[in-house]
Nanobody
Framework: QVQLVESGGGLVLPGGSRRLSCAAS????????MVWYRQAPGKQRELVAA???????NYADSVNGRFAISRDSAKNTVYLQMNSLKPEDTAVYYC??????????????WGQGTQVTVSP
């Protein structure tokens, strides 16, 4: 029953901004770590940003200072605010979360991915 639904991807001009959202739905008891990954064509998937249940954050060096991850516990949603976007930020962005369902055990869930393209 638990699902992660992402939104906010699209075409962005270099230097522009974009805000990604990832909402968890279903019968959820707790959400622990929430993480954004990305994967560019022909490249390995990499961690972009992470936030734990207490709100502590970590960022990849390549996005540190430009991106900001946040979460809204009431909405079971994690966000990724992307500023000063560069062409090298072009990738499919994936949401990942450790979730304890109301009925079940803690499990790692993935969103479907959303395409972000930074191009003139």
């Amino acid at each position: 029953q638990v699902q992660l639904v992402e939104s906010g991807g699209g075409l962005v001009l270099p230097g522009g901004s974009r805000r990604l959202s990832c909402a968890a739905s279903g019968s959820i008891l707790s959400i622990y770590n929430m993480v954004w990954y990305r994967q560019a064509p022909g490249k390995q998937r990499e961690l972009v940003a992470a936030i734990n249940i207490g709100g502590q954050t970590n960022y990849a060096d390549s996005v540190n200072g430009r991106f900001a991850i946040s979460r809204d516990s009431a909405k079971n949603t994690v966000y990724l605010q992307m500023n000063s976007l560069k062409p090298e930020d072009t990738a499919v962005y994936y949401c990942n979360a450790d979730i304890l369902p109301s009925l079940g055990t803690r499990f790692n869930y993935w969103g479907q991915g959303t395409q972000v393209t930074v191009s003139p």
